[in-house]
């Protein structure tokens, strides 16, 4: 079983609309989050940084922490075109290893 | 501020080649860690470097190498290319191991032929 689970999608919406993108984990000792938007033939682009249980709400975009749960989410409210892509959660105990989702391909229709 | 930067952008290499990739971290960062990506296992750690040490070390085998310079950029190697390496290659950039936002960049695409 992988220490990250997460949905490869891909996940198609009608412009407007809001996303839900989720991730488990199964490693307790995880203490920071992230999540990440890929671009064909880009580098991972941070979105979200969150180290707390609890909301995190940045523009369009709110990360969501369950650690109760080992449970976290990244909502994209008025999703646009521009919003196409693939999201890939990411997370760690300590240090500088991140652990990274298998990554959920968006894709926003006009 | 300029971001990651990662050298070459592509390459192709044959079988039984070695390689060298390099990444110079944004201004001030210190720690330095690198990825593999492939369709089939995604992202995955390689190793991570520190004030010229390597902190962590992913599961892969000893052809693959790396080193950090006292400017804090840091290059990968990898000896004995095999088809398998084919990957986009990608460094990460943080201000020190102890937490805080890592920084991507852009990749180096890596072809073994």
Redo the contacts between chains.
């Keep these: 079983q992988k220490e990250v689970e997460q949905d490869p999608g891909p996940l198609s919406v009608p412009e407007g609309a809001i996303v839900s993108l989720n991730c488990t984990y199964s490693n307790s000792a995880f203490q920071?989050f992230?999540w990440?938007r890929q671009y064909s033939?880009?580098?991972?682009?941070?979105l979200m940084?969150t180290?707390s249980s609890g909301n995190k709400e940045d523009g369009r975009f709110t990360a969501q922490v369950d650690k109760s749960s080992k449970y976290i989410s990244l909502f994209i409210r008025d999703s646009q075109p521009s919003d196409s892509a693939t999201y890939?959660c990411?997370m760690r105990s300590?240090?500088?290893?991140?652990?990274?989702?298998?990554?959920t391909i968006l894709r926003v229709k006009s | 501020k300029a971001g990651v930067t990662q050298t070459p952008r592509y390459l192709i290499k044959t079988r039984g080649q070695q390689v060298t990739l390099s990444c110079s971290p944004i201004s001030g960062h210190r720690s330095v860690s690198w990825y593999q990506q492939t369709p089939g296992q995604g992202l995955q750690f390689l190793f991570e470097y520190f004030s010229e040490t390597q902190r962590n070390k992913g599961n892969f085998p000893g052809r693959f190498s790396g080193r950090q310079f006292s400017n804090s950029r840091s290059e990968m190697n990898v000896s004995t290319l095999e088809l398998g390496d084919s990957a986009l290659y990608l460094c990460a950039s943080s201000l020190d191991p102890g937490g805080d936002e890592a920084f991507f960049g852009q990749g180096t695409r890596l072809t073994v032929v």
């Design positions: 920071y992230m990440y033939r880009k580098g991972p682009e941070l940084y180290y890939l990411a300590g240090g500088n290893k991140l652990v990274f989702g298998a990554g």
